[in-house]
């Protein structure tokens, strides 16, 4: 039997002793899954299907009463594509279901609070997909390499963060997480197309050449992240991303393999099916 | 030319003192556009590109510092088909653009405030398209239906929700309301078929049938806030909504129609090209 995306992706390791080495992951690695665009886009169809099939089991399963929800978490360095995939796949579910919280630098007031504070608030609801573009993870990523607050504090959050997805899994919520693996070639290529299209302007940000420049930093704090952090109720998925349509691909695959194994289910009505009917046909508007 | 779908489904009176009649309206006209299925979803695929290019400007005008949003109100009586425009129209936008709020009963919370209260905290942040699942006009709908505040407080109500939207105006919110017009025979209809399908269950409530047996009080409800609160700045629109596909098409052209004269605009990149280009090309990571 083929191996399942998750197999596939979950980040390479079962030690948390062993460093996670992903200059050795190839960021336009194909191994499962379509060779090409047009084979993935003709998958993508099928995977919609699956998505809106079980995304809608498990809305309707909070509604009644159960307490279900699914997280997916996007990190990548700029250009890695955290926005085609809210775009492309989660596009793909009924937007009543979904939840997007976007984290960008946090406020003053955020600041004032404990890391989590402002995550916690954003925490998909049950019967919904939460996607996280960027995350908690921001915290011991963008944090450590620009020493915005000192190693001792960071170095702790690691397991916080563990203690805080282990909540999460405690109360109804999976999560799974995907780092979207773009090689420094590509984020080149990505943000002089920025630049060439006036459209795009606005998604160009000159302090993101300020963050490339310490692209060795950022992939060791990120390797450091997927070790320590990767667990079984949260695993971490490394996507490649060079190809956008085949990271696309990848993450509505987990969507979909993780849906698949939640299972949810329609809720019987608390209702007499025949008494309904007949008050239904008895209600004649003239 | 043709008359746009903004022209034809505007709520017809034009006086505020002469009452809409909502039963001279057609649930299942067909006044412009597709005249079937087929012919709607071609249209439905280029909708889809208008709309989809104009929220994407509007999302990055507001990076740029711009304040416009678009909020579209549903209203309409069980299974007129609120959710399935959150599906099929508000699913043709980037989730990453839009903010949808659901209002059921209110909490005891939500009640203790003002009945603007908790729908202030939902309107869209600058950039986002907001869809509203009911909305404050519940409040002079279900509310004076079935008595729930004394006549004089939601009589007072539709001219703190003029002021209001008049507000949300002033803001940069652009509002378009749409009332879905059902007919109770087709209404029956759909209650049976949730019946039938153990897979609606969940979307199945008795009360829904205690509402139908007030049909005509709620179309004079609702008739009265049509008439009330149509103004030029937040218009309503009957929504022929016996046919769903022609449901969809209406609102997703309103919206689009709406889109369009908003014209949003791609903000200008406050840096240098050339530097830029410069940077990114001397930035080899190896």
Redesign the interface.
Known sequence: MAKTARETFRVPGGSRDVPVDLAALDPAGRPIGPKDKSAAEADMVDLDARIDARQE?LY?ES??GGQRAVLLVLQGMDTSGK?GV??HV??M????G?Q?A?FTAPTESERAHHFLWRIRKRVPVPGRIG?F?RSHYEDVLVVRVESLVPEQIWRARYEEINAFEAELTEQGVTVLKCMLHIS??EQ?ER??AR?ED??K????N?RD?DA??R??DYQAAYAEALRRCDTDDAPWYVVPSDRKWYRNWVIATLLAETLEELDPQ????D?D?AT??A???E?V?T
Chains 1, 2 share one sequence.
């Open positions: 089991a309707a509604v009644g926005g809210i775009r989660a596009g579910v009924n937007p009543q979904l997007i976007s996607v573009d420094p070639q080149a943000l002089l630049l006036p459209s302007h606005w998604k160009y000159p050449v490339r420049a692209w060795h329609f809720p019987a009505g209702f099916i309904e009917r008050r239904i046909v209600s508007i």
